[in-house]
């Protein structure tokens, strides 16, 4: 999230985060490119009005990058037809208007990972297991799993990749945001946690290990 606002700041991130997204932010259109370009994101809310530069700048700056594809949602009071016109024209996949609802801006996050090309599906599956994006909710075959945001956002990479190895460096960036202290056993502290959760769940489906590359579903 790109804002110098700090109280608006804090009250996106800290409401996606209980949503089960890992949110960085920048407070400068410098600072977001840079972020940008050294991490792999899923996408961007960008205010316009930033202290060193417009935020119209740092999208075409992010659209003529090696991560040009990333969605960016607008969040700003500029509320003319032709700012809006700018915006989209600009590359925005989005633009939202402030003051605005954070359910309405969730839903709109949500919409645009859905998009195709873009990582986000309504409903991923493997054999008994599910996990819905827009109500981040696990799921064995009916039953719900009642899951923390952390334990919802490694249970979704598991689920979505199926057979393949969700990389352990992978996982370690979806969970946790810059500056975050990380120890070296927090991840296999989630994962420990989620196993016992599916075991208690009835499910014949375990997380395997593959030491010192990362973790994947395996049917029993």
Not at 138 to 144: E, K, L, Q, S, V
């Amino acid at each position: 999230m790109v804002e110098d606002n700090a109280a608006l700041r804090d009250l996106v991130t800290g409401h996606l985060r209980a949503r089960g997204f890992t949110v960085d932010s920048a407070l400068s259109g410098l600072d977001a490119l840079q972020a940008a370009s050294a991490a792999s994101f899923d996408a961007m809310i960008l205010d316009l009005g930033l202290p060193d530069m417009d935020g119209l700048e740092v999208l075409r700056g992010l659209r003529a990058s090696a991560r040009g594809d990333i969605p960016v949602l607008i969040l700003t009071a500029r509320d003319a037809v032709g700012q809006r016109v700018a915006g989209l024209d600009a590359g925005a996949d989005d633009y939202i208007l402030k003051p605005f609802q954070l359910a309405e801006l969730e839903a709109r996050l949500r919409a645009v990972l859905r998009r195709p090309g873009k990582r986000l599906q309504p409903v991923y599956q493997y054999e008994a297991l599910s996990f819905d994006t827009a109500s981040r909710t696990a799921r064995h075959n009916t039953a719900m799993i009642e899951l923390t945001p952390r334990e919802s956002a490694v249970f979704e990479e598991l689920v979505r990749t199926g057979d393949g190895i969700v990389v352990r460096d992978a996982l370690v960036e979806r969970l946790f945001g810059f500056g975050e202290d990380v120890t070296p056993n927090a991840l296999e502290a989630i994962i420990s946690r989620l196993r016992r959760k599916l075991a208690a769940a009835g499910s014949a489906i375990r997380v395997e290990s593959m030491r010192g590359i990362g973790y994947r579903l395996k049917a029993k």
